[in-house]
T-cell receptor, first 111, second 114 residues
Protein backbone atom coordinates (compact mmCIF):
# COMPACT_ATOMS: atom_id res chain seq x y z
CA UNK A 1 0.00 0.00 0.00
CA UNK A 2 1.55 3.26 -1.14
CA UNK A 3 1.74 5.68 1.78
CA UNK A 4 2.61 8.76 -0.28
CA UNK A 5 0.81 9.38 -3.54
CA UNK A 6 1.24 11.96 -6.26
CA UNK A 7 -1.77 11.28 -8.46
CA UNK A 8 -0.78 13.52 -11.36
CA UNK A 9 2.14 12.06 -13.32
CA UNK A 10 2.50 15.26 -15.32
CA UNK A 11 1.52 18.94 -15.34
CA UNK A 12 1.97 21.56 -18.04
CA UNK A 13 1.65 25.31 -17.36
CA UNK A 14 2.43 28.53 -19.15
CA UNK A 15 5.37 30.64 -18.05
CA UNK A 16 4.29 33.23 -15.49
CA UNK A 17 1.26 31.26 -14.31
CA UNK A 18 0.89 29.27 -11.11
CA UNK A 19 1.93 25.61 -10.87
CA UNK A 20 0.19 23.50 -8.23
CA UNK A 21 1.56 20.05 -7.45
CA UNK A 22 -0.37 17.78 -5.12
CA UNK A 23 0.52 15.00 -2.72
CA UNK A 24 -1.60 12.75 -0.48
CA UNK A 25 -0.46 10.55 2.37
CA UNK A 26 -2.00 7.91 4.59
CA UNK A 27 0.33 7.54 7.59
CA UNK A 28 -0.48 9.85 10.50
CA UNK A 29 2.99 9.23 11.95
CA UNK A 30 4.70 11.36 9.31
CA UNK A 31 5.91 14.51 11.02
CA UNK A 32 7.78 16.34 8.27
CA UNK A 33 7.10 16.72 4.58
CA UNK A 34 9.63 17.73 1.96
CA UNK A 35 9.62 18.53 -1.72
CA UNK A 36 12.54 17.64 -3.95
CA UNK A 37 13.21 18.68 -7.52
CA UNK A 38 14.99 16.44 -10.00
CA UNK A 39 16.52 17.21 -13.37
CA UNK A 40 17.40 14.40 -15.82
CA UNK A 41 20.63 12.54 -15.06
CA UNK A 42 20.96 14.30 -11.69
CA UNK A 43 20.03 13.42 -8.15
CA UNK A 44 17.05 15.06 -6.41
CA UNK A 45 17.70 18.37 -4.70
CA UNK A 46 15.83 19.69 -1.70
CA UNK A 47 13.35 22.47 -2.40
CA UNK A 48 11.17 23.22 0.61
CA UNK A 49 9.73 21.48 3.66
CA UNK A 50 6.95 21.81 6.20
CA UNK A 51 6.42 20.48 9.69
CA UNK A 52 3.23 18.57 10.44
CA UNK A 53 2.35 21.23 13.03
CA UNK A 54 2.32 23.98 10.43
CA UNK A 55 -0.11 24.64 7.60
CA UNK A 56 2.03 26.83 5.37
CA UNK A 57 5.67 27.48 4.59
CA UNK A 58 6.91 29.98 2.04
CA UNK A 59 10.30 30.43 0.40
CA UNK A 60 10.43 32.93 -2.42
CA UNK A 61 8.34 31.66 -5.34
CA UNK A 62 7.64 28.36 -3.57
CA UNK A 63 4.91 27.78 -1.00
CA UNK A 64 3.89 24.48 0.55
CA UNK A 65 0.46 24.05 2.13
CA UNK A 66 -0.47 21.24 4.49
CA UNK A 67 -4.03 20.13 5.24
CA UNK A 68 -3.49 17.62 8.02
CA UNK A 69 -7.14 16.63 8.38
CA UNK A 70 -7.27 15.73 4.68
CA UNK A 71 -3.74 14.26 4.72
CA UNK A 72 -2.96 16.43 1.73
CA UNK A 73 -0.18 18.81 0.82
CA UNK A 74 0.48 20.96 -2.19
CA UNK A 75 3.39 22.89 -3.65
CA UNK A 76 2.64 26.20 -5.33
CA UNK A 77 5.13 27.83 -7.67
CA UNK A 78 4.39 31.44 -8.57
CA UNK A 79 5.33 32.65 -11.10
CA UNK A 80 6.40 29.52 -12.95
CA UNK A 81 9.56 29.74 -15.04
CA UNK A 82 10.91 27.44 -17.79
CA UNK A 83 13.81 26.50 -15.50
CA UNK A 84 11.25 25.01 -13.10
CA UNK A 85 10.62 22.20 -15.61
CA UNK A 86 11.66 19.06 -13.73
CA UNK A 87 10.28 16.10 -11.82
CA UNK A 88 8.99 17.01 -8.36
CA UNK A 89 8.92 14.43 -5.58
CA UNK A 90 6.94 14.69 -2.40
CA UNK A 91 8.58 12.94 0.56
CA UNK A 92 7.28 12.24 4.05
CA UNK A 93 9.56 11.65 7.03
CA UNK A 94 9.06 9.94 10.34
CA UNK A 95 11.07 10.86 13.43
CA UNK A 96 12.94 7.59 12.91
CA UNK A 97 14.63 9.26 9.96
CA UNK A 98 13.06 7.25 7.16
CA UNK A 99 11.77 8.98 4.05
CA UNK A 100 8.88 7.72 1.93
CA UNK A 101 8.65 9.18 -1.56
CA UNK A 102 5.80 9.64 -3.98
CA UNK A 103 6.18 8.63 -7.62
CA UNK A 104 6.81 12.18 -8.79
CA UNK A 105 5.10 14.73 -11.02
CA UNK A 106 6.78 15.96 -14.18
CA UNK A 107 6.27 19.71 -14.50
CA UNK A 108 6.68 21.37 -17.89
CA UNK A 109 6.65 25.15 -18.01
CA UNK A 110 6.12 26.45 -21.55
CA UNK A 111 7.66 29.79 -22.60
CA UNK B 1 32.52 21.17 -2.31
CA UNK B 2 31.86 17.73 -3.83
CA UNK B 3 28.86 16.77 -1.64
CA UNK B 4 27.80 13.17 -2.34
CA UNK B 5 29.86 11.31 -4.94
CA UNK B 6 28.71 8.05 -6.50
CA UNK B 7 30.79 5.75 -8.67
CA UNK B 8 30.44 4.35 -11.23
CA UNK B 9 27.86 6.43 -13.12
CA UNK B 10 26.94 3.53 -15.41
CA UNK B 11 27.40 -0.22 -15.15
CA UNK B 12 26.24 -3.27 -17.09
CA UNK B 13 26.35 -6.65 -15.35
CA UNK B 14 25.45 -10.18 -16.23
CA UNK B 15 23.00 -12.14 -14.11
CA UNK B 16 24.78 -13.68 -11.15
CA UNK B 17 27.68 -11.24 -11.05
CA UNK B 18 28.41 -9.23 -7.93
CA UNK B 19 29.52 -5.66 -7.62
CA UNK B 20 29.85 -2.76 -5.23
CA UNK B 21 28.38 0.69 -5.78
CA UNK B 22 30.48 3.33 -4.10
CA UNK B 23 29.19 6.35 -2.20
CA UNK B 24 31.22 9.00 -0.42
CA UNK B 25 30.25 12.29 1.21
CA UNK B 26 32.48 15.09 2.43
CA UNK B 27 29.97 16.94 4.62
CA UNK B 28 30.61 14.94 7.81
CA UNK B 29 27.02 13.76 7.73
CA UNK B 30 25.98 11.04 10.17
CA UNK B 31 22.98 9.73 8.22
CA UNK B 32 23.40 7.99 4.86
CA UNK B 33 21.01 5.98 2.77
CA UNK B 34 20.60 4.08 -0.49
CA UNK B 35 17.55 4.28 -2.73
CA UNK B 36 16.56 2.72 -6.00
CA UNK B 37 14.37 4.40 -8.58
CA UNK B 38 12.56 2.33 -11.18
CA UNK B 39 10.96 3.95 -14.26
CA UNK B 40 7.88 6.01 -13.40
CA UNK B 41 8.28 5.37 -9.71
CA UNK B 42 9.56 7.17 -6.70
CA UNK B 43 12.63 6.39 -4.65
CA UNK B 44 12.48 3.30 -2.47
CA UNK B 45 14.75 2.94 0.53
CA UNK B 46 17.12 -0.04 0.40
CA UNK B 47 19.36 0.40 3.46
CA UNK B 48 20.34 3.26 5.70
CA UNK B 49 22.90 4.11 8.37
CA UNK B 50 22.64 6.52 11.30
CA UNK B 51 26.39 6.51 11.89
CA UNK B 52 29.60 4.56 11.45
CA UNK B 53 29.11 0.92 12.40
CA UNK B 54 25.30 1.14 12.40
CA UNK B 55 23.11 0.03 9.49
CA UNK B 56 19.51 -1.02 9.08
CA UNK B 57 17.15 -2.26 6.40
CA UNK B 58 14.77 -0.12 4.45
CA UNK B 59 11.77 -1.04 2.35
CA UNK B 60 13.51 -3.20 -0.29
CA UNK B 61 16.70 -4.70 1.24
CA UNK B 62 16.70 -8.17 -0.33
CA UNK B 63 19.71 -8.87 -2.55
CA UNK B 64 21.77 -6.00 -1.15
CA UNK B 65 24.32 -5.63 1.62
CA UNK B 66 25.81 -2.51 3.19
CA UNK B 67 28.46 -1.63 5.73
CA UNK B 68 29.58 1.67 7.26
CA UNK B 69 33.14 1.54 8.52
CA UNK B 70 33.72 5.30 8.22
CA UNK B 71 31.53 8.40 8.39
CA UNK B 72 32.38 9.27 4.78
CA UNK B 73 31.72 6.01 2.92
CA UNK B 74 28.63 3.86 2.52
CA UNK B 75 29.07 1.18 -0.19
CA UNK B 76 26.19 -0.91 -1.50
CA UNK B 77 26.92 -4.50 -2.53
CA UNK B 78 24.88 -6.56 -4.95
CA UNK B 79 25.52 -10.16 -4.00
CA UNK B 80 24.25 -11.95 -7.12
CA UNK B 81 22.78 -9.58 -9.68
CA UNK B 82 19.31 -10.26 -11.07
CA UNK B 83 17.46 -8.50 -13.94
CA UNK B 84 14.95 -7.18 -11.36
CA UNK B 85 17.77 -5.09 -9.90
CA UNK B 86 18.08 -3.05 -13.08
CA UNK B 87 17.47 0.45 -11.79
CA UNK B 88 18.98 3.81 -10.97
CA UNK B 89 20.58 3.84 -7.55
CA UNK B 90 20.88 6.99 -5.47
CA UNK B 91 22.96 7.52 -2.37
CA UNK B 92 22.00 10.32 0.01
CA UNK B 93 23.24 11.87 3.23
CA UNK B 94 21.93 14.25 5.88
CA UNK B 95 23.39 15.77 9.00
CA UNK B 96 21.22 13.57 11.19
CA UNK B 97 18.31 11.18 11.00
CA UNK B 98 15.89 13.75 12.40
CA UNK B 99 12.80 14.12 10.29
CA UNK B 100 13.35 17.81 9.52
CA UNK B 101 16.72 17.24 7.86
CA UNK B 102 16.72 17.28 4.05
CA UNK B 103 18.85 14.74 2.26
CA UNK B 104 21.64 15.53 -0.17
CA UNK B 105 21.73 13.16 -3.12
CA UNK B 106 24.43 11.96 -5.46
CA UNK B 107 23.80 11.92 -9.20
CA UNK B 108 23.06 8.21 -9.28
CA UNK B 109 24.43 4.98 -10.72
CA UNK B 110 22.55 3.57 -13.70
CA UNK B 111 22.74 -0.20 -13.46
CA UNK B 112 21.62 -2.70 -16.11
CA UNK B 113 21.52 -6.43 -15.43
CA UNK B 114 21.42 -8.63 -18.52
Amino acid sequence: DQQVKQNSPSLSVQEGRISILNCDYTNSMFDYFLWYKKYPAEGPTFLISISSIKDKNEDGRFTVFLNKSAKHLSLHIVPSQPGDSAVYFCAANTNAGKSTFGDGTTLTVKP
Amino acid sequence: NAGVTQTPKFQVLKTGQSMTLQCAQDMNHEYMSWYRQDPGMGLRLIHYSVGAGITDQGEVPNGYNVSRSTTEDFPLRLLSAAPSQTSVYFCASSSSGYSNQPQHFGDGTRLSIL
